[in-house]
Nanobody, 120 residues
Framework: QVQLVESGGGSVQPGGSLRLSCAAS????????MGWYRQAPGKQRELVAT???????NYADFVKGRFTISRDNAKKMVYLQMNSLKPEDTAVYYCSAHLIDISGTTGNYWGKGTLVTVSS
């Protein structure tokens, strides 16, 4: 059984910063890609940033220069540092991990999400 648990969401004023964390736990053999997605009210879930096991990162255009993804493989954690937040960044942020469990099964797992609200 695999779990992803996000933390760090909250309310912040425009221009402010937040740091999201996601911890993976359970019957994990190997984690390939970890990432963050978000879903705003009435919109589809969209990619924010990803971090592969090889160290490559990928960002959505709308967060480039403002958000930074990082990863701690030993702790099975991924982070998202969000700076210069805008009201349009308001969304539920989801952690995702593409991994192999101890049975050898490959799958994509999701956390339950953490709400980020940017408002004055």
């Amino acid at each position: 059984q695999v779990q992803l648990v996000e933390s760090g969401g909250g309310s912040v004023q425009p221009g402010g910063s937040l740091r999201l964390s996601c911890a993976a736990s359970g019957s994990i053999l190997y984690i390939n890609t970890m990432g963050w997605y978000r879903q705003a009210p009435g919109k589809q879930r969209e990619l924010v940033a990803t971090f592969t096991s090889g160290g490559s990162t990928n960002y959505a255009d709308f967060v480039k220069g403002r958000f930074t993804i990082s990863r701690d493989n030993a702790k099975k954690m991924v982070y998202l540092q969000m700076n210069s937040l805008k009201p349009e960044d308001t969304a539920v942020y989801y952690c995702s991990a593409h991994l192999i469990d101890i049975s050898g099964t490959t799958g994509n797992y999701w956390g339950k999400g953490t709400l980020v609200t940017v408002s004055s």
